[in-house]
């Protein structure tokens, strides 16, 4: 029988084998920007969603091609 504790050490494990699946063909980089907003939306895909979209919308003015660690952390600073 599978104790709970069991259940989210799976989960968790499996979230970061999704993270890795889905980043593993971009630079490093990108795949730090990803790791950050998902950590700081504490693993939910709608709120790292949401961070990530705010950060590209505050590139765009700036007409940056990519997000710079200050963008992000603005990001996550206007959702906490």
């Known amino acids: 029988m599978s104790h709970r504790s069991d259940r989210v ?6 979230k ?10 971009l630079n490093p980089h990108r795949y730090h920007v990803i790791y950050l907003a998902r950590q700081a939306s504490r ?11 705010t ?17 992000l952390q603005q990001a996550i600073e206007e959702f906490r």
Do not use: S, W
Request: charged content about 20%; hydrophobic content about 50%; overall charge positive.
């Open 9 to 14: 050490q799976l989960t968790a494990f499996a």
């Open 43 to 53: 693993g939910l895909p709608r709120q790292a969603g949401r961070i990530l979209r």
């Open 16 to 25: 970061t084998a999704a993270l890795r699946h889905i980043t593993r063909g």
């Open 55 to 71: 950060a590209m919308q505050l590139a765009v003015p700036k007409a940056l091609n990519h997000i710079p660690d200050e963008l």
